[in-house]
C-alpha cells in the first residue's frame, strides 16, 4: 500500500538518496551532487509550511516519490504563486497514479494556501515530451520554454 504523507526529519537520507537517483538520471548530472545542500533544503522546506510544499509516496516504508514546491512572486508585481522544485517518481513506480496523487496534493496546498496561480515545470530533461504531455493531461499548458547553454 502507497502511503503520502508531509516529509519530517526522518525522511531525509531517504529522500536524498532518492534525490541522487534523479540527479544521476537527469542533466543536472553534469555537476556533482551535493548531500549537505540537499539536506539544508529539505531542513527549510520542513521548517516554513507556508512557504514550501513537500508531499512523499512511501511504500512499505520505502520513499518511491517525492515533489516539492513553493510560494514564489513573479518579478513585477506581488502576486503569491506556487512553483513546483522538483517531481521524481521512482522509474519502477511511473506507469502508475503516484505522480497524479503528488501533482494534485501540491495543487490542494496552492489552493488552500489561496495562491493566485500553480505552475510546474520540466527542468531535469528526464522524459521532457512525455512529462509535458501528462502535464497537459492534468489541465496544465505552456507558457514558455527552458533554454540552456553550457
Known amino acids: 500500500m502507497i502511503t503520502y504523507q508531509t516529509m519530517d526529519y526522518a525522511d531525509i537520507p531517504a529522500v536524498i538518496s532518492l534525490g541522487s537517483l534523479m540527479h544521476q538520471e ?10 549537505d545542500y540537499c539536506s539544508d533544503i529539505a ?4 521548517n516554513e509550511p507556508y512557504n514550501f ?13 517525492m515533489m516539492f514546491g513553493m510560494r514564489t512572486r513573479p518579478p513585477f508585481c506581488k ?3 506556487a512553483t513546483d522544485l522538483l517531481l521524481y517518481v521512482h522509474p519502477e513506480k511511473r506507469n502508475g497514479s ?3 496523487r503528488l501533482i494534485k496534493g501540491y495543487e490542494r496546498w496552492a489552493r488552500y494556501q489561496n ?10 530533461n528526464i522524459n521532457p515530451e512525455r ?17 540552456t547553454k553550457d
Open 79 to 81: 502576486a503569491d504563486i
Open 98 to 100: 503516484m505522480a497524479v
Open 131 to 147: 512529462t509535458a504531455k501528462f502535464y497537459n493531461r492534468l489541465g496544465y499548458s505552456y507558457s514558455g520554454y527552458l533554454m
Open 53 to 65: 510544499y513537500s508531499n512523499i509516496a512511501k511504500e512499505n516504508n520505502e520513499i518511491l516519490g
Open 26 to 35: 537527469s542533466r543536472y548530472s553534469q555537476w556533482p551532487y551535493d548531500e
Open 43 to 46: 531542513d527549510r522546506v520542513i
Open 115 to 124: 495562491l493566485s496561480g500553480i505552475q510546474i515545470g520540466v527542468t531535469t
